[in-house]
């Protein structure tokens, strides 16, 4: 048998890899997103797909993808700039999905965290002229994102055997992140490792098998929510999420100042 750390680091691996081809062959990725838009319910395995919401987290995800692949490799078609402005809603209705199955879960305060960072996405995204990517430099609502949905992933027993993959793709984004030192392409690296994750559980779920052992069945993660470990983890979550709150709000408040003092000006004869 392997030993799941080398499993963990095969995943990462591919989904890397996956993600990185993406972003560099970017119009074979619009063909191969917008084919998966039509091929993806009927390669699937769809047998234990019984609710709305398991049709719904897989194409909020799948759909996205097939966008953002046409933003990078179109970005001055019409379509394209219409398209842009709706990127930040798919985002926030990803998190949101997220946030309201984690308030049925053993974590609502959790839940509620991730609400809080849905309705707080980044409204606007910019193009970076050198790179080309489409996205957002805001550190503090990335590491909101990151501790709330790992809570989520790692206690949450509602994920079971996609709890592995889901954990290592939301790190690989941050990671990437960090390696390029700069977290304009967040969204793009998020994006296309959780598309990895949910083209590999949806067409080869029985590969996700063996990146689920024993000690991260349902019963064991959901006893693990009342740990110290978690309680503090939980408390870590609702601090950062709270200078996240805060720092909006700041800005509001400055901004409205600003535009109070403008008008105040023009208004002086």
Known sequence: MVPFAVLVALFALAAGAFAFALRRFRRTAVWFTAAMLVLFPLLSDTSDWFTWFAWVKRYSVVFPAFLWAFLHAYPEHVMARWT?????????????EAGVLEL??????NGAL??????????????DARTRQLGFRDVLWQLACLLTLARLYALNPTFENITAGAIIVLLLASLSCAVERDSQGY???RLY???FLILQDSLLPTWSDPLYPDWMH???RALGNGTLGAKLWLGLNVLVVAALVFRRVRALVMARSIGNTSVASTATP
């Open 114 to 127: 991730l609400i809080v960072v849905g309705l707080c996405v980044p409204w606007r995204f910019t193009l």
């Open 218 to 220: 349902n019963d064991r």
């Open 193 to 195: 490792t959780l598309y």
């Open 84 to 96: 842009a402005k709706f990127i930040p809603v798919l985002l926030m209705v990803n998190v949101l």
């Open 104 to 109: 049925q879960g053993p974590s609502p305060l």
């Open 187 to 189: 969204v793009g690296w």
